[in-house]
């Protein structure tokens, strides 16, 4: 005989419930079929939806603009899977950025061709190169706004027309820029993606991804297989993502604001050899980033010391009170070293072409007071190379 009905209250909870309930109970055959054909809307069974899931959505689809009810998946690389596997097929071809996250470059370089998915990855700062591998069976073009860990910036509206014109699908991920400094509807995507585990959810305690399209058949489509491969995420992990969000914009504000200052102070440091931070007026693609994200340059800041790994050494045990953690946007800020981690299965030649010495230090800047973490950075900069 369950469950047990909730004691009767005229008032309402301020905080939504958590609903771990994976199935639904339905009055009458008639009323569940009514829910499965649409007329009538109501739980089931979990995996196919939960108002936890919806709530969060919901959220997201408010700050994204996006035109329908997105869907959940159970980390940002279900949401990258869901959308090249569910939507792509044997015979098809996708184009990615080249600096993808390296889990989503894996599975255009492993998985895809595997199925029978052609890929090519291309610098999608570079229009023409990205016009030159298109194909007649190119059916996506997917990116992120901002590299990591370069911090290299797309060229996001070429690459909209050019989509637009081919008619291929445009794929955002949205995960480092947040729609607080970039709107991917607004600029042309199809798709847009996210990792909440990041900036979104913000407490490094909550594994969670999210995708909309903004056509309504291709929304459907992701959700069905989303559904159908499991990614549904637990009612709990989605109410802990509820309240990260809540806190999402004034720590996004705090944590920009101080990456600015950082970037700064990381430039006048003696040992440091160069500063990676779209707002400063050296960085490459400077101009795209005041044109496309408007005053907003995100948290994210990459640098580089002098010497090797001794001194990569020195400086991660010199940064104290700060967790050298290959993440980001975690309320506090985290220290990341591209050779020994993300990129490490590649050369030391590669990584040089790609400016990533063992020098090289990617920031995920966090909540800290930005004096006394300006002043952590100074103190393990001169124990690396003092
Ligand atoms: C972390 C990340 C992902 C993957 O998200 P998970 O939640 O770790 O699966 C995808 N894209 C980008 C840009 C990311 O930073």
Not at 83 to 107: C, E, F, P, T, W
Not at 118 to 140: C, I, N, Q, W, Y
Not at 206 to 229: I, P, S
Not at 257 to 266: G, K, Q
Request: charged share 20%; net charge negative; proline share 5%.
């Amino acid at each position: 005989m369950r469950p047990t009905p909730l004691p009767e209250s005229a008032s309402r909870p301020v905080v939504t419930p958590l609903s771990p309930s994976v199935v639904y109970a339905s009055d009458t055959p008639d009323m569940l079929d009514a829910q499965y054909d649409g007329d009538l809307h109501g739980y089931t069974y979990s995996r196919e939806g939960h108002p936890n899931a919806d709530v969060v959505a919901q959220a997201i689809d408010r700050m994204e603009g996006a035109p329908h009810l997105g869907v959940l998946t159970s980390s940002g690389m279900g949401a990258v899977s869901a959308v090249l596997l569910g939507l792509l097929k044997a015979g098809d071809h996708v184009i990615g950025g080249n600096q993808l996250y390296g889990r989503s470059l894996r599975m255009m370089a492993e998985d895809l061709p595997r199925l029978g998915i052609e890929t090519s990855m291309v610098d999608p700062g570079d229009v023409d190169a990205v016009r030159a591998a298109m194909r007649p069976e190119t059916k996506m073009i997917l990116v992120e706004v901002v590299s990591n860990p370069t911090l290299r910036v797309a060229d996001v509206l070429g690459l909209s027309a050019l989509a637009k014109e081919a008619g291929v699908l445009f794929v955002i991920d949205n995960t480092f820029t947040t729609p607080r400094a970039f709107k991917a509807f607004d600029h042309g995507a199809d798709i847009v993606i996210h990792s909440l585990t990041k900036l979104l959810s913000g407490h490094s305690d909550v594994m969670l991804g999210y995708v909309a399209a903004r056509d309504k058949a291709t929304n459907d489509r992701l959700r069905v297989f989303t559904v159908t491969a499991g990614m549904t995420p637990s009612p709990f992990d989605c109410w802990l993502a509820e309240r990260g969000l809540l806190s999402f914009d004034l720590r996004y504000d705090r944590a920009q604001a101080t990456a600015a200052v950082l970037a700064e102070h990381l430039g006048g440091l003696k040992g440091v050899k160069r500063v990676i931070y779209p707002a400063r007026h050296d960085h490459p693609d400077h101009a795209r980033a005041e044109a496309l994200l408007k005053g907003q340059y995100c948290n994210m800041v990459s640098f580089e010391i002098d010497g090797g790994r001794a001194a990569a050494n020195a400086f991660a045990r010199g940064a104290e009170g700060l967790n050298f953690a290959p993440t980001l946007g975690d309320v506090g800020t985290t220290i990341s070293h591209p050779a020994s981690s993300s990129h490490r299965a590649l050369t030391a030649e590669k990584r040089a072409e790609l400016g990533m010495s063992e020098g090289f230090f990617r920031v995920s800047v966090g909540l800290e007071e930005p004096t006394a973490l300006c002043d952590v950075f100074s103190r393990a900069v001169e124990a690396a190379v003092g």
